[in-house]
């Protein structure tokens, strides 16, 4: 299959090639179409150079590179524990404060995460056929 690029002018004949690599290990090539979606769509594409990773929020793109570097500049000022995102330092505050905000609106059982909230309706309270 012919593959391009979009030149200022023209499509090319020339491979796309995205930064970083395919799950494979091999340089990712991609169709005409596929670019749109990964450029136009989707918005830029922030990649990472130390592995496959690829998102387009800026924002992850730094909490990801927190896991190459070890960095973890959110200090819980209640104990040692830091973190590499503000959303996880909250979430680890609840633990100290009993905090536990996220209520099942079907029984009384509430959570320190959304995510927890969501896994247990969707096990607990899931409608059976």
Same mark, same amino acid.
């Given at each position: 299959?012919?593959? !391009?690029?979009?030149?200022?002018?023209?499509?090319?004949?020339?491979?796309?090639?995205?930064?970083?690599?395919? *799950?494979?290990?091999?340089?990712?090539?991609?169709?005409?179409?596929?670019?749109?979606?990964?450029?136009?769509?989707?918005?830029?594409?922030?990649?990472?150079?130390?592995?496959?990773?690829?998102? @387009?929020?800026?924002?992850?793109?730094?909490?990801?590179?927190?896991?190459?570097?070890?960095?973890?500049? !959110?200090?819980?000022?209640?104990? *040692?524990?830091?973190?590499?995102?503000?959303?996880?330092?909250?979430?680890?505050?609840?633990?100290?404060?009993?905090?536990? *905000? !996220?209520?099942?609106?079907?029984?009384?059982?509430?959570?320190?995460?959304?995510?927890?909230?969501?896994?247990?309706?969707?096990?607990?309270?899931? @409608?059976?056929?």
């Amino acid at each position: 299959m012919q593959r !391009f690029r979009r030149g200022a002018t023209s499509w090319t004949t020339s491979p796309i090639i995205i930064q970083g690599k395919s *799950p494979k290990g091999s340089s990712s090539l991609v169709s005409p179409e596929q670019y749109h979606s990964l450029v136009y769509k989707q918005g830029r594409l922030h990649c990472c150079r130390q592995c496959s990773y690829k998102t @387009k929020e800026r924002t992850n793109m730094k909490a990801h590179l927190c896991r190459h570097t070890g960095h973890r500049p !959110f200090q819980c000022h209640l104990c *040692p524990a830091a973190f590499s995102q503000k959303v996880k330092l909250i979430s680890h505050i609840h633990t100290h404060t009993g905090e536990r *905000p !996220f209520s099942c609106v079907h029984c009384e059982a509430s959570f320190t995460q959304k995510s927890t909230l969501n896994y247990h309706m969707s096990h607990r309270h899931a @409608k059976k056929p």
